[in-house]
């Protein structure tokens, strides 16, 4: 008998964000995010019915004009395969405000991470986490 793999596709999920050289600022799972939209349309008979997948679209097209307003913090577009439990360590590193460490634990625990190919994301990426790129930091 052989070893079963644990790491069944139901446990994993894809996620989108937005990281800068502070860590992660967003974390979003594609299929809650999807749910939600056919939520909203559901309650609100009212709502033009759109599609979840190009809400989902139109949210990605967002972190990008926000990625590319964030320029000096080194802004990034991600998209990473993770295990529901990893993912969940992430939105709890996320809740205690431990964004550079949240991001590190993706990097290194992600299954597949993506990267906007626009204006250098992936020389980017591999500078991120680093506050020291923050032209801003300490200044009031």
Known sequence: MG???KTTPKKIKTYYGLADCHGIESFICEEDFIIKAMIRQLRDESLIQSDPN???????S????????NFQRHAVVYTAKLIKVKAHTINNMLAAKK???AL??????????GVSKEFGQKNMWS?????????????D
């Open 3 to 5: 070893v079963r793999n």
């Open 54 to 60: 190009q809400e989902l679209g139109e949210a990605l």
């Open 62 to 69: 967002m972190l990008t004009w926000r990625a590319r307003a």
């Open 99 to 101: 964004y550079a460490e």
């Open 104 to 113: 590190i634990y993706l990097k290194e625990n992600a299954l597949e991470i």
């Open 127 to 139: 500078k991120i986490p680093n506050p020291d790129l923050d032209p801003f930091r300490g200044k």
